[in-house]
């Protein structure tokens, strides 16, 4: 039975990976509960809880998300962004440890979809900075990096997902904009709990891009995904980047090419059409 710690366990992508992995019945899961003087950026504390647990495998999901923020809180960003990596990488290569990270990294690498490859990156704002820092961590160890943007229903009530947001105001008749001019290609949370699994499985290690094929912008994945749930489609305003007034600079096509990992894996990426619609079935009941 493979011991999996996972960090960042309360946020969207967490709480569907603990119940994923749960349901197998072939993982024991632990769920790091972070603490003020108990966290990995206690150098310390990260060198004993490691060496005492010894696990087969870390995923580290733990990250401040929101760009804007990341801009206005630098340190705080880089803190839990960067740093909990950054110790977690040293204490494995100091004592040695036969553990496996999972570290998930972000789309926001990505500006240009023909040259959105791993080889690639574009450092726009804070938050990818810290996320491109602490993949250079990461790989210093026996690691895998996963470049990748996903969505689906929350499982945490005080965390809202895009599509929650998108569901919930449609359903309460209030207006939103989406810009036809930023496009991206996430995946769904189930199928990336499923490659998030297939890795373990096969021991895949390096850098890669998970998402969808083709991909949208975000004004068209939401009248997408509000046809498909027959919502209000007239209340989505298509705006444009600079009408949306980010504090931080955000880029604007973070489509990514995906040969690599379906290369080395023989998988094939749904398009983000039918990603969509699997995420619909998990709001019909609603």
Known sequence: MKKILILGSSGLLGCNLVSFFLKKKKYKVIRFIRKKNKNFNNLAYCNDYLKKNNFDIIINLSAITNVDECEQEKYKAKKVNFEIVKNISKIIRLNKLDTFIIQLSTDQLYNKFEKNNENYKKIMNHYSRTKYLAEKEAIKVNSVILRTNFFGKSQNINRESFSDWIFNSLKNNKEINLADDIFFSPISIKSLCKIIEYIILKKIIGIFNIG?????????????????????????????????KFKAKRPKDMRMQLKKFEQISSTKFKSLQDEIKLVTKEYWLI
């Open 212 to 244: 969808s094929k083709d991909g949208l912008s975000k004004f068209q994945f939401g009248i997408n995904f509000a046809n498909l749930l027959k919502l209000n489609i007239n209340l989505i305003k298509k705006v444009s980047y600079k009408k949306l």
